[in-house]
């Protein structure tokens, strides 16, 4: 089974829908969630910290359920500035190092 | 001014060849990691430094050698350079090693191996 898995897409909606990504991890020990957000031939950046009571920053809500080893990311309201690959991140464990998927790619279209 | 920034941002060479990819942050972060991501997109660390001591190495060849003469930088050797080494080579730095710390990446290092 993938430390990470991620349904790679792409993810093309209109600009103004309701986006959901999902991913599962494989270690349970993980303790740290993130998403990272990486536009084309960019290097990545943090969106959203995962926390275990799920939260909100703006227009992006995370959630994390880790009965199932699952992390969620819904995206509100699209904007063509949110095309890029999300990137989910789960720290991996005792291993002390972050385990990057291979990321979902949104194409909001106008 | 830019946080994290690495040098050069293209490397084109030839297998068999040399070559060094340097890194400098200046967050203040005790912190510094190299990152590889292949053709598909996939990011793997190879390395992590910690107030300059080694703390994560990968199984990555030995080839691949990294160096942090300071806090600040973190650079990456590579020798006799194959085929398979072409990737994109990110350098990140934390505030310190603890996970929840948000990575800063820099713009990448686009090696091309022919």
């Known amino acids: 089974r993938k430390e990470v898995e991620q349904d790679p897409g792409p993810f093309n909606v209109p600009e103004g829908a309701t986006v959901a990504f999902n991913c599962t991890y494989s270690?349970?020990?993980?303790?740290?969630f993130f998403w990272y957000r990486q536009d084309c031939r960019k290097e990545p950046k943090l969106l959203m910290s995962?926390?275990?009571s799920g939260n909100e920053d703006g227009r992006f809500t995370a959630q994390l359920n880790r009965a199932s080893q699952y992390i969620s990311l819904l995206i509100r309201d699209s904007k063509l500035s949110d095309s890029a690959t999300y990137l989910c991140?789960?720290?991996?464990?005792?291993?002390?190092?972050?385990?990057f998927g291979t990321g979902t790619l949104l194409a909001v279209q106008p | 001014d830019t946080a994290v920034s690495q040098t050069p941002k293209y490397l084109v060479t030839q297998m068999g060849n040399d070559k060094s990819i340097k890194c400098e942050q200046n967050?203040?972060?005790?912190?510094m990691y190299w990152y590889k991501q292949d053709s598909k997109k996939f990011l793997k660390i190879m390395f992590s430094?910690?107030?300059?001591?080694?703390?994560i190495n990968e199984t990555v060849p030995n080839r691949f050698s990294p160096k942090s003469p300071d806090k600040a930088h973190l650079n990456l050797h590579i020798n006799s350079l194959e085929l398979g080494d072409s990737a994109v080579y990110f350098c990140?730095?934390?505030?310190?090693?603890?996970?929840?710390?948000?990575?800063?990446f820099g713009p990448g290092t686009r090696l091309t191996v022919t």
């Open positions: 990140a730095s934390s505030q310190g090693a603890v996970l929840s710390y948000e990575q800063y």
């Open positions: 270690n349970s020990a993980s303790q740290s």
């Open positions: 995962v926390y275990s």
């Open positions: 991140v789960p720290d991996g464990g005792a291993t002390n190092k972050l385990i």
């Open positions: 967050l203040g972060h005790d912190t």
């Open positions: 430094y910690n107030n300059k001591e080694l703390i």
